[in-house]
């Protein structure tokens, strides 16, 4: 059985099957509602619920405003009647669509001994459109796929650049790193996520542990490609230097860009020659700003990290929940 979902106060609307989740309707009919993780742990996807009803898979941890009918998790939620659901973000999104294409490896650039970066040719003529700070899913050869984000603006020049951190007792990474080669072809389907640059003059903080480098770099290309003017401070987190891969990049971007100012931060470095911060990244930004009232924060990486920055600087530093933007590596 279907229904109707009618999203205000943008007038768009698609069909929900009853047996499928709402994100999945809305991205099948080619409407990109937010999200995040896609299963139900981030909270990235939780929409106003005007009217209708809905169901979730059992187990699943919801708020009280789920419970209570007004919001729903979009990516967990199946619809039990007509919906009408309050989602102006949508706009941002059109001309995206999600896409399953073929890409062929053709760089693979060990950065750390925990680190590589891939690079991705996708097939002659394939227009791959995203936003900035998205994700999409690689697929290997052996079946395994797993989620990664793009770390360029754009793949005008068909590549797309992904930052992969090695699970020692992973299904993927340990593949990606021993046996995945140049030339070798990969799936790759998306865009996905509603981590992307707001409109706002306010200024910014960019939050970045490990990995989570990756989207902040395509935030920061999109920027230096505006010629932004506003604020800008990075504060990018590991536990050693060499977990700061593109640390030289980024002190680039420092002297380049007057609007730009970039603190690394090592939490277990333990060398004489580390003259820089140290501890937790997020605690460096409590340091430095204790009023972030006004400002805007992109973090990524870590969920631990992602959710100590955003309870901190909400309860500590005055910065609106509603300014505060994440994509953590659940």
Sequence with gaps: MTYHVEIQPVGKHFEADASGSVLDAALKAGIMLKHGCRDGRCGDCRTPLISGQVVYPDGLELSSTDQNGETLLTCQARATTDLVIDAPEVTEFEGISIQKVIGRIMGKDQVADDVVILECMLAPGTQFNYLPGQYVDLTLATGVTRSYSMAKRSA??????????????????????????????????????????????????????????????????????????????????????????????????????????????LSDEVSGDWVGRRGFVHRAVLDDYQDLSGYQVYACGAPIVIESAKKDFVEQCGLSQDAFFADAFV
């Design 156 to 265: 005008d020049d068909g590549r797309i650049e992904l930052h992969i951190r090695r699970v020692n007792d992973g299904q993927a990474t340990p593949y990606i790193f021993d046996e995945l080669q140049v030339k070798n072809r990969v799936t790759l389907e998306g865009p996905f996520g509603s981590f992307y640059l707001r409109e706002s003059d306010s200024p910014m903080i960019l939050l970045a542990s490990g990995t989570g480098f990756a989207p902040i770099k395509a935030l920061m290309e999109q920027l230096i490609e505006r010629e932004n003017t506003r604020p800008v401070h990075l504060y990018w987190g590991g536990r050693r230097l060499q977990d700061l891969y593109h640390n030289e990049l980024c002190q680039q971007w420092q002297a380049a860009h007057p609007w730009f100012d970039y603190t690394p931060v």
